[in-house]
Protein backbone atom coordinates (compact mmCIF):
# COMPACT_ATOMS: atom_id res chain seq x y z
CA UNK A 1 0.00 0.00 0.00
CA UNK A 2 1.04 3.63 -0.77
CA UNK A 3 2.21 5.98 1.87
CA UNK A 4 -0.90 8.19 2.62
CA UNK A 5 0.17 11.64 4.15
CA UNK A 6 -2.01 11.89 7.66
CA UNK A 7 -3.08 15.82 6.69
CA UNK A 8 -4.48 14.35 3.52
CA UNK A 9 -6.21 11.37 4.66
CA UNK A 10 -8.19 13.29 7.32
CA UNK A 11 -9.04 16.00 4.57
CA UNK A 12 -10.19 12.95 2.37
CA UNK A 13 -12.31 11.56 5.39
CA UNK A 14 -9.99 8.59 6.04
CA UNK A 15 -10.59 7.89 2.29
CA UNK A 16 -8.35 6.98 0.13
CA UNK A 17 -9.41 8.48 -3.29
CA UNK A 18 -12.21 9.53 -2.35
CA UNK A 19 -13.92 13.02 -1.26
CA UNK A 20 -14.91 14.15 2.58
CA UNK A 21 -18.97 13.84 2.33
CA UNK A 22 -20.77 17.09 3.22
CA UNK A 23 -23.17 14.90 4.33
CA UNK A 24 -21.12 13.61 7.16
CA UNK A 25 -22.11 15.73 10.61
CA UNK A 26 -20.74 13.68 13.19
CA UNK A 27 -17.10 13.59 11.11
CA UNK A 28 -15.66 10.81 8.84
CA UNK A 29 -16.06 7.21 9.77
CA UNK A 30 -13.43 4.71 8.93
CA UNK A 31 -13.70 0.41 8.22
CA UNK A 32 -11.50 -1.66 10.14
CA UNK A 33 -9.11 -2.03 7.25
CA UNK A 34 -9.04 1.75 6.61
CA UNK A 35 -7.80 1.90 10.76
CA UNK A 36 -5.75 -0.83 10.23
CA UNK A 37 -4.34 1.44 7.43
CA UNK A 38 -3.89 4.52 8.59
CA UNK A 39 -2.29 3.18 12.01
CA UNK A 40 -0.15 1.06 9.85
CA UNK A 41 -0.78 -2.20 11.87
CA UNK A 42 -2.38 -5.60 10.80
CA UNK A 43 -5.83 -5.76 10.85
CA UNK A 44 -5.28 -8.50 13.01
CA UNK A 45 -4.38 -6.00 15.11
CA UNK A 46 -7.26 -4.06 15.31
CA UNK A 47 -9.33 -6.87 16.16
CA UNK A 48 -7.73 -7.33 18.79
CA UNK A 49 -7.78 -3.96 20.22
CA UNK A 50 -11.98 -4.23 19.38
CA UNK A 51 -12.30 -7.56 21.76
CA UNK A 52 -10.50 -5.81 24.30
CA UNK A 53 -12.14 -2.82 23.84
CA UNK A 54 -8.84 -0.80 23.99
CA UNK A 55 -9.72 1.28 21.29
CA UNK A 56 -12.98 3.47 20.63
CA UNK A 57 -15.13 1.36 18.07
CA UNK A 58 -19.04 0.71 17.34
CA UNK A 59 -20.70 -1.91 15.11
CA UNK A 60 -22.69 -1.91 12.26
CA UNK A 61 -24.35 -4.46 11.51
CA UNK A 62 -21.48 -7.59 11.53
CA UNK A 63 -19.36 -4.27 10.59
CA UNK A 64 -16.67 -2.59 12.92
CA UNK A 65 -16.61 1.57 12.28
CA UNK A 66 -14.68 3.84 13.83
CA UNK A 67 -14.94 7.68 14.16
CA UNK A 68 -12.12 9.66 13.31
CA UNK A 69 -12.53 12.28 15.96
CA UNK A 70 -12.40 9.38 18.70
CA UNK A 71 -9.62 7.48 17.31
CA UNK A 72 -7.49 10.34 17.47
CA UNK A 73 -8.43 11.26 20.88
CA UNK A 74 -7.43 7.39 21.30
CA UNK A 75 -4.22 7.69 19.58
CA UNK A 76 -3.19 10.75 21.11
CA UNK A 77 -3.97 9.95 24.86
CA UNK A 78 -2.45 6.11 24.40
CA UNK A 79 0.80 8.12 23.63
CA UNK A 80 1.13 6.67 20.39
CA UNK A 81 3.03 8.69 17.07
CA UNK A 82 1.74 10.03 14.66
CA UNK A 83 2.01 8.10 11.42
CA UNK A 84 5.25 9.56 10.08
CA UNK A 85 5.88 11.34 6.51
CA UNK A 86 7.88 9.21 4.00
Given at each position: ME?????????R???R????QASE???PVLTLAE????LRVHPSTIYRL???KEIPAFKVGND???D??????????????SPSKK
Open positions: DVDQQDFMEGGRGGSKPFGVAHYVSRWRFVRELEEWRLSSGAQ
